[in-house]
Protein backbone atom coordinates (compact mmCIF):
# COMPACT_ATOMS: atom_id res chain seq x y z
CA UNK A 1 0.00 0.00 0.00
CA UNK A 2 0.94 3.45 -0.58
CA UNK A 3 1.40 6.39 1.65
CA UNK A 4 -1.78 7.42 0.86
CA UNK A 5 -3.29 4.55 0.83
CA UNK A 6 -2.11 3.57 4.90
CA UNK A 7 -3.33 7.25 5.47
CA UNK A 8 -6.79 6.94 4.44
CA UNK A 9 -7.15 3.35 6.48
CA UNK A 10 -5.74 4.55 9.76
CA UNK A 11 -7.69 7.77 9.86
CA UNK A 12 -10.43 5.62 9.16
CA UNK A 13 -9.95 3.45 11.93
CA UNK A 14 -9.29 6.30 14.25
CA UNK A 15 -12.65 8.09 13.59
CA UNK A 16 -14.55 4.93 13.65
CA UNK A 17 -12.77 4.11 16.74
CA UNK A 18 -13.73 6.93 18.09
CA UNK A 19 -17.63 6.40 17.27
CA UNK A 20 -19.11 4.53 20.62
CA UNK A 21 -17.23 7.42 22.73
CA UNK A 22 -19.01 10.36 21.24
CA UNK A 23 -22.58 8.55 21.00
CA UNK A 24 -22.29 7.71 24.58
CA UNK A 25 -21.12 10.97 25.52
CA UNK A 26 -23.82 12.75 23.01
CA UNK A 27 -26.04 10.22 24.31
CA UNK A 28 -26.42 11.60 27.33
CA UNK A 29 -27.91 14.57 26.63
CA UNK A 30 -29.72 13.65 23.30
CA UNK A 31 -32.68 11.06 22.98
CA UNK A 32 -31.28 8.12 20.34
CA UNK A 33 -33.83 8.42 17.94
CA UNK A 34 -32.83 12.41 17.92
CA UNK A 35 -28.96 11.94 17.72
CA UNK A 36 -29.48 8.62 15.15
CA UNK A 37 -31.15 11.18 12.92
CA UNK A 38 -29.22 13.64 12.97
CA UNK A 39 -25.60 12.03 12.36
CA UNK A 40 -26.58 9.84 9.44
CA UNK A 41 -28.59 12.78 7.88
CA UNK A 42 -25.32 14.68 8.37
CA UNK A 43 -23.30 12.00 7.43
CA UNK A 44 -25.58 11.54 4.11
CA UNK A 45 -25.26 15.03 3.36
CA UNK A 46 -21.38 15.36 3.30
CA UNK A 47 -21.20 12.11 1.00
CA UNK A 48 -23.93 14.02 -1.36
CA UNK A 49 -21.87 15.66 -3.45
CA UNK A 50 -19.06 12.35 -4.26
CA UNK A 51 -22.31 10.49 -4.59
CA UNK A 52 -23.77 12.12 -7.31
CA UNK A 53 -20.31 12.81 -8.76
CA UNK A 54 -20.12 8.90 -9.44
CA UNK A 55 -23.38 8.51 -10.33
CA UNK A 56 -22.47 10.97 -13.21
CA UNK A 57 -19.38 9.33 -13.80
CA UNK A 58 -21.05 5.69 -14.09
CA UNK A 59 -23.90 7.29 -16.28
CA UNK A 60 -26.60 5.26 -14.06
CA UNK A 61 -29.75 6.17 -13.91
CA UNK A 62 -31.40 5.08 -10.92
CA UNK A 63 -35.29 3.10 -11.35
CA UNK A 64 -37.92 3.56 -9.30
CA UNK A 65 -37.13 -0.13 -8.15
CA UNK A 66 -34.43 1.12 -7.32
CA UNK A 67 -35.01 3.80 -5.01
CA UNK A 68 -37.20 1.41 -3.32
CA UNK A 69 -34.38 -1.59 -2.90
CA UNK A 70 -32.62 1.54 -1.14
CA UNK A 71 -35.50 2.29 0.88
CA UNK A 72 -36.05 -0.94 2.23
CA UNK A 73 -31.75 -0.82 2.90
CA UNK A 74 -32.31 2.57 4.51
CA UNK A 75 -34.59 1.42 6.99
CA UNK A 76 -33.18 -1.42 7.92
CA UNK A 77 -29.70 0.64 8.62
CA UNK A 78 -31.16 3.62 10.72
CA UNK A 79 -34.22 3.16 12.07
CA UNK A 80 -33.43 -0.63 12.81
CA UNK A 81 -29.99 -1.29 13.03
CA UNK A 82 -28.37 2.03 14.14
CA UNK A 83 -30.99 2.95 16.29
CA UNK A 84 -30.59 -0.19 18.52
CA UNK A 85 -26.81 0.62 18.31
CA UNK A 86 -27.12 3.82 20.10
CA UNK A 87 -29.89 2.32 22.69
CA UNK A 88 -26.84 -0.63 22.97
CA UNK A 89 -24.13 2.47 23.64
CA UNK A 90 -26.57 3.84 26.64
CA UNK A 91 -26.79 0.31 27.97
CA UNK A 92 -23.87 -1.21 28.30
CA UNK A 93 -19.88 0.03 28.35
CA UNK A 94 -18.55 1.28 24.74
CA UNK A 95 -15.76 -0.94 24.31
CA UNK A 96 -18.26 -4.02 24.52
CA UNK A 97 -20.43 -2.84 21.64
CA UNK A 98 -17.44 -1.62 19.66
CA UNK A 99 -16.30 -4.99 19.98
CA UNK A 100 -19.55 -6.74 19.10
CA UNK A 101 -20.39 -4.43 16.32
CA UNK A 102 -17.45 -5.46 14.53
CA UNK A 103 -18.52 -9.14 14.83
CA UNK A 104 -20.66 -8.44 12.08
CA UNK A 105 -19.02 -10.56 9.46
CA UNK A 106 -20.38 -13.39 11.18
CA UNK A 107 -23.71 -12.94 10.39
CA UNK A 108 -22.71 -12.04 6.92
CA UNK A 109 -21.30 -15.18 6.29
CA UNK A 110 -24.59 -16.70 7.44
CA UNK A 111 -27.19 -14.42 5.33
CA UNK A 112 -24.40 -14.91 2.26
CA UNK A 113 -25.26 -18.53 2.74
CA UNK A 114 -28.53 -18.33 2.58
CA UNK A 115 -29.31 -15.27 0.05
CA UNK A 116 -26.28 -16.45 -2.21
CA UNK A 117 -25.76 -19.92 -1.54
CA UNK A 118 -21.92 -19.24 -1.01
CA UNK A 119 -20.08 -22.43 0.35
CA UNK A 120 -18.82 -22.38 4.09
CA UNK A 121 -15.41 -23.56 3.38
CA UNK A 122 -13.06 -24.63 6.34
CA UNK A 123 -11.78 -21.23 6.54
CA UNK A 124 -14.66 -19.44 6.77
CA UNK A 125 -16.11 -22.19 9.43
CA UNK A 126 -12.95 -21.11 11.28
CA UNK A 127 -13.20 -17.43 10.93
CA UNK A 128 -16.91 -18.71 12.54
CA UNK A 129 -16.34 -20.41 15.33
CA UNK A 130 -12.94 -17.94 16.67
CA UNK A 131 -15.43 -15.12 16.35
CA UNK A 132 -18.09 -16.45 18.09
CA UNK A 133 -16.12 -17.85 20.93
CA UNK A 134 -14.30 -13.71 21.01
CA UNK A 135 -17.50 -12.65 21.35
CA UNK A 136 -18.49 -14.65 23.69
CA UNK A 137 -15.45 -14.02 25.75
CA UNK A 138 -16.16 -10.24 25.14
CA UNK A 139 -19.55 -10.17 26.62
CA UNK A 140 -18.84 -12.83 29.36
CA UNK A 141 -22.52 -12.85 30.15
CA UNK A 142 -22.29 -15.02 32.99
CA UNK A 143 -20.35 -12.40 35.14
CA UNK A 144 -21.42 -9.22 33.07
CA UNK A 145 -19.02 -5.87 34.17
CA UNK A 146 -19.64 -2.67 35.65
CA UNK A 147 -21.84 -0.38 33.18
CA UNK A 148 -23.27 -3.55 31.17
CA UNK A 149 -26.55 -5.00 31.05
CA UNK A 150 -28.76 -8.01 29.02
CA UNK A 151 -30.32 -5.61 27.53
CA UNK A 152 -27.40 -3.45 25.87
CA UNK A 153 -25.75 -6.76 24.85
CA UNK A 154 -29.08 -7.97 23.15
CA UNK A 155 -29.42 -4.81 21.29
CA UNK A 156 -26.30 -4.95 20.66
CA UNK A 157 -26.00 -8.23 19.00
CA UNK A 158 -29.54 -7.40 16.80
CA UNK A 159 -27.43 -4.43 15.90
CA UNK A 160 -24.86 -6.52 14.42
CA UNK A 161 -27.37 -8.66 12.81
CA UNK A 162 -29.48 -6.02 10.84
CA UNK A 163 -26.40 -4.30 9.71
CA UNK A 164 -24.94 -7.27 8.43
CA UNK A 165 -28.03 -7.68 6.35
CA UNK A 166 -28.07 -4.50 4.79
CA UNK A 167 -24.83 -5.33 3.81
CA UNK A 168 -25.95 -8.24 2.61
CA UNK A 169 -28.54 -6.95 0.66
CA UNK A 170 -26.49 -4.32 -0.60
CA UNK A 171 -24.15 -6.48 -2.82
CA UNK A 172 -27.14 -7.29 -5.26
CA UNK A 173 -27.09 -3.69 -6.28
CA UNK A 174 -24.12 -2.39 -5.22
CA UNK A 175 -22.34 -2.90 -8.63
CA UNK A 176 -25.27 -0.75 -10.57
CA UNK A 177 -25.44 1.96 -8.07
CA UNK A 178 -21.42 1.77 -6.87
CA UNK A 179 -20.53 1.91 -2.92
CA UNK A 180 -20.28 5.64 -2.11
CA UNK A 181 -23.72 6.42 -3.78
CA UNK A 182 -25.28 3.66 -2.04
CA UNK A 183 -24.42 4.39 1.08
CA UNK A 184 -25.01 7.79 0.44
CA UNK A 185 -28.63 7.45 -0.58
CA UNK A 186 -29.53 4.83 2.11
CA UNK A 187 -28.64 7.27 4.79
CA UNK A 188 -30.40 9.85 3.38
CA UNK A 189 -33.82 7.56 2.80
CA UNK A 190 -32.88 5.69 5.99
CA UNK A 191 -33.29 9.64 8.17
CA UNK A 192 -36.54 10.39 5.87
CA UNK A 193 -37.88 7.09 7.09
CA UNK A 194 -37.34 7.80 10.91
CA UNK A 195 -39.00 10.93 10.43
CA UNK A 196 -41.99 8.71 11.00
CA UNK A 197 -41.87 7.47 13.88
CA UNK A 198 -39.99 10.32 15.48
CA UNK A 199 -43.31 12.18 14.39
CA UNK A 200 -45.56 9.84 15.72
CA UNK A 201 -43.75 9.55 19.19
CA UNK A 202 -43.23 13.26 19.52
CA UNK A 203 -39.25 12.75 19.43
CA UNK A 204 -37.32 15.59 19.46
CA UNK A 205 -35.68 16.56 15.58
CA UNK A 206 -33.64 19.80 16.15
CA UNK A 207 -34.69 20.57 20.79
CA UNK A 208 -31.82 20.66 23.37
CA UNK A 209 -29.07 21.19 20.35
CA UNK A 210 -26.61 23.63 21.84
CA UNK A 211 -23.38 25.48 21.67
CA UNK A 212 -22.22 23.24 24.12
CA UNK A 213 -23.16 19.62 22.57
CA UNK A 214 -23.14 21.42 18.72
CA UNK A 215 -19.59 20.16 18.46
CA UNK A 216 -19.74 16.44 19.19
CA UNK A 217 -22.84 16.30 17.44
CA UNK A 218 -20.54 17.85 14.45
CA UNK A 219 -17.76 15.76 15.32
CA UNK A 220 -20.53 12.66 14.78
CA UNK A 221 -21.43 13.67 11.79
CA UNK A 222 -19.31 15.33 9.76
CA UNK A 223 -16.37 13.40 10.67
CA UNK A 224 -17.43 9.83 11.85
CA UNK A 225 -19.96 9.74 9.68
CA UNK A 226 -19.30 11.68 6.54
CA UNK A 227 -15.27 11.44 6.53
CA UNK A 228 -15.28 8.34 7.95
CA UNK A 229 -17.40 6.52 5.07
CA UNK A 230 -15.44 8.34 2.48
CA UNK A 231 -11.93 7.66 3.45
CA UNK A 232 -13.06 3.97 4.07
CA UNK A 233 -14.48 4.14 0.23
CA UNK A 234 -11.00 5.83 -0.92
CA UNK A 235 -9.24 3.53 0.77
CA UNK A 236 -11.23 0.51 -1.34
CA UNK A 237 -10.81 2.46 -4.43
CA UNK A 238 -7.43 2.85 -4.26
CA UNK A 239 -6.15 -0.35 -2.37
CA UNK A 240 -8.51 -2.59 -2.82
CA UNK A 241 -11.35 -4.19 -0.83
CA UNK A 242 -9.27 -6.64 1.48
CA UNK A 243 -6.39 -4.07 2.20
CA UNK A 244 -9.22 -1.40 2.98
CA UNK A 245 -10.84 -4.02 5.96
CA UNK A 246 -7.76 -3.41 7.55
CA UNK A 247 -9.78 -0.58 9.11
CA UNK A 248 -12.07 -3.22 11.30
CA UNK A 249 -8.82 -5.51 12.34
CA UNK A 250 -7.83 -2.02 13.76
CA UNK A 251 -10.90 -0.54 15.14
CA UNK A 252 -11.40 -3.11 17.87
CA UNK A 253 -7.52 -2.26 19.01
CA UNK A 254 -8.23 1.52 19.31
CA UNK A 255 -12.06 1.43 20.39
CA UNK A 256 -11.18 0.31 24.31
CA UNK A 257 -8.47 2.94 24.57
CA UNK A 258 -10.51 5.77 23.17
CA UNK A 259 -12.99 4.50 26.07
CA UNK A 260 -10.51 3.93 28.92
CA UNK A 261 -9.35 7.42 28.40
CA UNK A 262 -12.47 9.53 27.62
CA UNK A 263 -14.82 7.30 30.03
CA UNK A 264 -13.10 5.63 32.41
CA UNK A 265 -13.64 2.21 30.89
CA UNK A 266 -11.82 -0.68 32.22
CA UNK A 267 -10.36 -2.70 29.96
CA UNK A 268 -10.81 -6.44 31.68
CA UNK A 269 -9.07 -9.74 30.82
CA UNK A 270 -12.04 -11.03 29.24
CA UNK A 271 -12.61 -7.88 26.52
CA UNK A 272 -8.73 -8.70 25.53
CA UNK A 273 -9.52 -12.28 25.10
CA UNK A 274 -12.70 -11.36 22.72
CA UNK A 275 -10.74 -8.90 21.42
CA UNK A 276 -8.05 -11.16 20.09
CA UNK A 277 -10.20 -14.13 18.99
CA UNK A 278 -12.20 -11.53 16.68
CA UNK A 279 -8.85 -9.90 15.48
CA UNK A 280 -7.47 -13.92 14.64
CA UNK A 281 -10.73 -14.24 12.91
CA UNK A 282 -10.10 -11.21 10.49
CA UNK A 283 -6.80 -12.01 10.13
CA UNK A 284 -8.33 -15.10 8.71
CA UNK A 285 -10.96 -13.35 6.87
CA UNK A 286 -8.72 -10.91 5.39
CA UNK A 287 -5.81 -13.31 4.26
CA UNK A 288 -8.78 -15.15 2.56
CA UNK A 289 -10.21 -12.58 0.54
CA UNK A 290 -7.59 -11.04 -0.41
CA UNK A 291 -6.67 -15.01 -2.32
CA UNK A 292 -9.96 -14.98 -3.58
CA UNK A 293 -9.96 -13.04 -7.07
CA UNK A 294 -13.20 -11.01 -6.76
CA UNK A 295 -14.12 -7.27 -6.90
CA UNK A 296 -17.08 -7.79 -4.51
CA UNK A 297 -17.20 -4.58 -2.02
CA UNK A 298 -16.29 -5.76 1.41
CA UNK A 299 -18.55 -5.57 4.25
CA UNK A 300 -19.56 -2.01 5.35
CA UNK A 301 -19.09 -1.99 9.59
CA UNK A 302 -19.63 0.44 11.92
Not at 69 to 80: N, Q, T
Not at 243 to 259: H, L, Q, T
Amino acid sequence: MSKRDIFCVTLTALLFATMEVTLKIAGGELDSFQLTFIRFAIGGIVLLPFALNDLKARKVRLTGSDWIYMLILGIICIPVSMLLFQIAILNANANLVAVIICSNPIFVMLYSRIIFKDRITITKAIVLAVSVLGLLFAANPFDLAEGNSVFGIVCAVIAAAAFALYTTLGKLRIEKIGDMSMTCLTFILGCGAMLVPMLILGKPIFAGINMENLGIILYIGVAVTGMGYFSYFTAIHSCGPANASIVFFMKPMFAPIFALVMLGESITWNIIVGIALLLTGSFFNIRNAKKVQKKDVPELRT
